[in-house]
């Protein structure tokens, strides 16, 4: 798709960074899995290039600060 004389490639050409794992920390509000909050999350689907492109700025932001190791899943055996 050309617009302006660049060449943008299709949203769908951006690969979701979910994982699998959706489960949102109460604290922090993010996905454990994927680390975007749920606007994130529920805008990804009609989301241009440029969206996308933003909110995976802002996960490897939350990831450089350690968001994503302070927030581990809880093991099997501490849900009773």
Same mark, same amino acid.
């Given at each position: 798709?050309?617009?302006g004389g660049e060449v943008e490639e299709? %949203? *769908?050409a951006v690969a979701s960074p979910c994982i699998g794992v959706?489960? /949102?920390d109460q604290k922090s509000g993010l996905c454990l899995g994927c680390l975007r909050d749920v606007r *994130?999350? !529920?805008?990804w689907k009609n989301a241009d290039t440029h /969206? $996308? $492109?933003a909110i995976l700025d802002r996960i490897a932001a939350r990831r450089a600060a350690g968001? !994503? %190791?302070a927030s581990p899943l809880p093991a099997a055996?501490?849900?009773a």
């Amino acid at each position: 798709v050309q617009v302006g004389g660049e060449v943008e490639e299709p %949203a *769908e050409a951006v690969a979701s960074p979910c994982i699998g794992v959706c489960k /949102l920390d109460q604290k922090s509000g993010l996905c454990l899995g994927c680390l975007r909050d749920v606007r *994130e999350i !529920g805008a990804w689907k009609n989301a241009d290039t440029h /969206l $996308r $492109r933003a909110i995976l700025d802002r996960i490897a932001a939350r990831r450089a600060a350690g968001l !994503g %190791a302070a927030s581990p899943l809880p093991a099997a055996s501490d849900q009773a």
